[in-house]
């Protein structure tokens, strides 16, 4: 029986922006450039380049300077490319008539850690051959490697079909549409891992109804509407976490607010806008913010003024723009410091407002 759970992932949120650990890509041969043989014939991806698989039945090929005929680089077959880097690319249909779908499978040097930050990009052009361009390009993570014998889209339910219990899919975010044959083009998304990601498939899936597409300017010896693409590059790249860290409560580095006021400091204010241009980019997360204070005052004016702090953060949020519905807030006076401290440096500390956010997914 498929198992769905409903995970619940808290987020802190530092401000800055991300950076690549070490920069190490962790995709087995994402740069296509390891084969067991020059390409000769079509299809044959599987069996010409190292530690790559095609995860259906579709014909995915491969082509490097190296290759006979129609396999070679610059011109093959579909059209003409040089390499965005190295000697070699892939080759697949996007799109095809009866939902037809070509894929590359990749191997992980190791599964993604939960919880941890990552970035995924790659390299796209258009080959000369095509009739239609497309506006969106997928990556589907899965902790086991997929064997379906179909040659079209891989959707959810065949995803089920074929017993894949743990599979995630994460849109590319591309500038425009990719229909630009003369160059490449990057697409790319930062991404929090689940934690079982060990291989990673690349191509669309969605049918040919649902894809978003457009039509080329081609002559009439091109009437079946397909759409060929070239990939180069295929990187995934751990950040470090200066932007996410599971499970633990953020709090903004500038000052939000002046001594016993709930007024907004402009300083806070900019802060407060960088959580907004986030939540705005990741309509999937919601936002519990939590102010705090130190142990001088009474208890119920402490709780008083730690609850206006906590509105006056959520209510300049809604006012940038964000759903109210995304958005709980909470004061908890001094009850729940961070530091046992009397001193004025604990008790700046303690006065605090803390930013968690919390996404809710469908977790195959």
Known sequence: MMVREIRNISLAFIFLLPVLANAQNLVVNGGFEEYVSCPQEMSNLAIDIKSLTTPTKGTTD?????????????KNFKGEQKPFKGKGYAGLHLYAPNDYREYIQFELSEPLQKGKLYRISLQSSLAESSVLAMQELTVLFTKEQI????????SPPRLERFNIERYSYVNLEIDGVLYDSGKWTEASVDFVAKGYEKYIVVGNFKNNKA???IRLETDENKPVETSYYYLDEVNVTYLRDERYE???PFVLNQLLFEFDNFDLTEEGKKDIRKIYTHLKKHP????TINGHTDELGSD???KYLSSRRAWTVAKYLQELGLDKNRISWEGHGEDLPVVNDFSEKGRKKNRRV???MTSFEDDH
């Not at 491969?62 to 610059?74: A, L, R, S, T």
């Not at 999937?284 to 936002?287: D, E, F, M, N, T």
């Open 211 to 213: 894809s978003k597409k």
């Open 147 to 154: 064997q379906a014998d179909i040659n079209q889209n891989l």
């Open 246 to 248: 599971l499970n633990k």
């Open 62 to 74: 491969y082509f490097n300077e190296c290759g006979v005929g129609d396999m070679g680089i610059p």
């Open 284 to 287: 999937k997360l919601l936002l």
């Open 300 to 302: 119920p004016y402490n």
């Open 354 to 356: 803390e930013f968690v």
